[in-house]
């Protein structure tokens, strides 16, 4: 393959020496790693909002709460150590071509391969199996994709860049659950298609990357501790990333209880029928999506223009606790539409500025770069694991899923505690 690297230098100021020099990255770049990132969601996404829940409903509808637990919570924990894994043998990456480019194209493909087995299958392990290489692969393209802010990105602009790829999310939602719907008469369909635009938007972004390139001289040495490093930074050396990695992670246990059980809590909690759900899911990601939209691009901008972080997230996290004490309550879908709205507003303005803090007060960002925010991504995913395995005992015990969220709430609000002690930014 021929890259347009130089071509690509020559108009967008988005290289490795614009975060050195302190020049800005061009629009063409960020338009280029928004839609990279949109892909991904889109066809991640899909599965975990829709796809899943009605295609083990359809293989063992007396257990389905129990098999997707297992199954979400499986492909959580793999994804849980694979994007620090990758990330770090991303920073470790002396291909002529760059670092980042590999991973974001080989982790593309894979997750397509992972979910055709998802589509294709005939028992809750198949799904299981095709499920947990689709998480491996699209957390080896997230490893890539995030190490790239860092890389690419100068400070004085992280928090707008983080905005506009924080809009990505929702936009890959909503896409994804539309698609889900208008092909629900294919399972294949369904599963694939989202899968083949993020390998067309993730091979756009290869294009035009203005990659960094480790020489092979200078890619440190391997060994046990080196691994062991990939899943761990001590809290205690730098206690700003750990009082924002337990921010990020009280934050995305409200956020996995949401999208892992939101399907069967409108079947089961608001008596909504199987052939309803693709629908009410996609409006209410629609309705989500729109605020995200919205206050992820302000709250980054905001954030830059004040030159502060921490007021942002700690507001955006209780409006997320919020959130789901209305879905909790809600007593129609009316009300539910309501609490989607506001998770939205939540998190779009929560993911767009922390990950501009986290980057103010990243670790060895020169070197380590997609090792460590592979290691912030286990707060993301931990949760996706922990959530399905410690949920059915909160139903069994409370009798619906109104205590369920009522539980992630309270988990949310001291996500806002947990960034007051961060000192090395405002």
Known sequence: MQFAEDKFRSTVRGCPSAVAGGGRVGWPFVAAYALA???????????????????????????AASDLSLVMGM???????????????????????????????????????????????????QILVGWCITQLA?????????????????QRQRG????IIGVSLPVGMVAGTFL????????????????TIAVAC??????????????????????????????????RRFPDFGWAWGSRFLLFAGVATLLTYQGLYLMEHQGRTPAEVPRLIFLSTLVQACTVTVFSVVGGRLSDSAGRRKVFVAAAALIYALALLVIAFAASYAWFLVGMALTGAGQGMYLAVHLALVTDVLPDSETHAARNLGILNIANVLPQS???????????ASGGYAALFVIAAILVALGAWAIRPVRGVG
């Open 37 to 63: 990132y949109t892909g991904m969601w889109m066809a991640l996404l899909s599965p975990v909002l829709v796809g899943l829940t009605l295609r083990i409903r359809a293989i063992d509808p007396v257990h």
């Open 386 to 396: 922990l959530v399905p395995a410690l949920a059915p005992a909160v139903l069994a």
């Open 75 to 125: 492909g959580a924990l793999l994804a849980l150590f694979g994007n620090p894994f990758f990330g770090h043998l991303s920073d470790r990456t002396t291909w002529r071509h760059g670092m980042r480019r590999p991973w974001l194209l080989g982790g593309a493909l894979g997750g397509m391969a992972g979910l055709a087995l998802v589509a294709q299958a005939t028992s809750v392990a």
């Open 202 to 235: 993730a091979a756009w972004l290869v294009w035009l990357l203005p990659d960094r390139r480790l020489p092979p001289s200078q890619r440190p040495h391997y060994d046990l501790r080196e691994l062991l490093d990939c899943f761990w930074i001590n809290p």
């Open 138 to 154: 699209y957390n080896a393209e997230l490893a890539a994709l995030v190490a790239i802010l860092p890389d690419q990105v100068p």
């Open 160 to 163: 707008t860049v983080s905005g």
């Open 180 to 195: 889900v719907q208008a092909m629900a008469g294919s399972t294949l369909a369904m599963f694939l298609v989202p899968a």
